[in-house]
């Protein structure tokens, strides 16, 4: 299977490989619809404040206004929510996981739809269900009161809802990752390790813990970038009580006015979350990772 | 090997698990309920049940052209996305060829990537080139992060894909495009179909990327959000009950297909 008995394929000369030929629609769109887009953005934030095209003088005001304003506090609130939620999800779903590579069995398959089917709900849509679950005479309180007699303050609006939507709508891709590391470490070597006499604990943090690595990263990375960018959590459960840096993007977008001041905030989002998925994803074997099954 | 000590373990995780199932799933409930309401406004117990509000929705005009335009973008970017993918998940998984780890993580990066700075990064593009916006931007937008979701899912199954399938069709003298329609398509159905799902659920759902991206088309998802900001609408929970129970219905669906594919491909083999 190996390249060197097709010698088609990387012929010399001036053909393309066949592996470059089939890769490069993809890589075309997406420096069309991916590379451009954000270069655009980068433009924009270089532009006077509250003009609409790219054809100033570039400055650097922008970054100027950005480090005196206080939306500091914003990406700081995000980025410590994203930390949060990802700490949290990780709690929640590695015995989930574990669960799923080796003890579910035949039932796998249908534990992991369940997982899936939320997916593709929208998320707006299933953070209002948490709305109606948790709001006065909502579905919680109101059984509560039925029930029980217990007259509950509603936990809506506060930042502990927040961080309840971002744990739910974010934990398949905590989940999957996850599974698919789990799923990496041989029998044999737990079993080898426990032949030789280490303890159940020994064996969780000698053997399957760094063998599943790759997964716990990639669960990782994947959940803080997409907390980071959440928006609608904050907006549905958290009614205005934090700001995340995406709501004072959104705002300089919309009500403000000002497109090249959002795109500033965002080009730091997107600086920080490059670096961190640049360095985390290039030392990274994604054959190994994903052929595996 | 099964001592008490990991019976009892297991007992845990698969209870923990059901604990988990039950909190994915306690917003859908609530909608479904809040659907059924026949009042004006949700307290539970539900003093008064009745399918009303589901009759006002489904006989709304304008609800019509929202779905309307959702199944169009949704089907549009399924297509698209599957012919990408397969091309993609080849260069991805199957060839070994220079670029390839390069390839492979510049593929990803649009999924590890915040979806309303990709949405707002595609409006601030199109506003340089001069493109009004409607569905069809909205479309590309989907497509940016769909496509490579969609080639990732192929990859999987293009991974344990045999090349000798391919060789011993082309040592029999088929042409480049009859070991595609021979060979190559129908072994990597499963893949496709399930990437086409994906991309039709995900495109459907879709909400940031449809946000900065429609102009003044509404998506299911978009209308659900400016109604939901506006205060508390009945319509809201019949909306979001159908658009859940369409998902479940597609998927469980698909998941048959799949598993028909599947028992046909190894019939054959």
Known sequence: MSAEVRPVEDGPGFRLSAGLRSALPVIVFLLVGFAAPLLAVIGFSFMPPRTFGLGHPPT?????????????????????????????????????????????????????????????????????????????????????????????????????AILLGMVYVY????????????????????????????????????????????????????????????????????????IPITHDIEIAFTYAQNWPLGAALAVLLMLIVGVLVLVALWRFDLDRFLGRR | METRASRVRHGLIVLWTIAVVVFLYIPSISITLASLTASRYFTFPIPKWGWDWWHKTLDSIQIHEIIKTSLLIAA???VIAVVLAFFGALAFARYNWKGRAWYQKIVLLPIFFPQSVLGLALLLWFNAL?????????VFAHLVWIVPVVTLVVSIQVYSFDPALEEAAFDLGASRWQVLR????PVLMPGLFSGGLFAFLLSWGNFPLSLFTTGADTTVPEYLYAKMVAGYTPGVPVLGTISTIGAVILLIGGYFVMLALDRRRRAAS
Request: aromatic letters at 12%; hydrophobic letters at 55%; proline letters at 4%.
């Open chain 2, 76 to 78: 549009i970017v399924t």
């Open chain 1, 171 to 242: 934990l398949p891709f905590m989940l999957f990752p996850l599974t698919l590391g789990i799923s990496m470490v041989p029998n044999d070597a737990r079993e080898a390790a426990s032949d030789l006499g280490a303890s159940r604990w020994q064996v969780f943090r000698e053997v399957e813990l760094p063998l599943s690595t790759p997964g716990l990263i990639i669960g990782c990375l994947l959940t803080f970038v997409l907390a980071v960018g959440a928006i609608a959590e904050y907006k549905v459960l958290g009614g205005q009580q934090v």
């Open chain 1, 60 to 160: 650097f005001e922008n970054y100027v206004t950005l480090f005196d304003s206080t939306n500091y506090i914003s990406l700081l609130w995000s980025l410590g929510m994203a930390t949060a939620t990802v700490l949290i999800l990780i709690a929640v779903s590695y015995p989930v996981a574990y669960g799923l590579v080796r003890v579910f069995g035949r039932w796998s398959t249908l534990v992991t739809l369940l997982f899936v089917i939320p997916l593709f709900v929208s998320e707006n849509v299933r953070l209002y269900g948490w709305v109606l679950f948790l709001i006065k005479n909502g579905v919680l309180l109101g059984t509560l009161k039925t029930l029980f007699g217990i007259e509950a303050d509603s936990m809506l609006f506060t930042t502990a």
């Open chain 2, 130 to 138: 001069g493109l009004p916006l409607s569905w069809h931007t909205a």
């Open chain 2, 182 to 185: 021979e060979v190559t398509i």
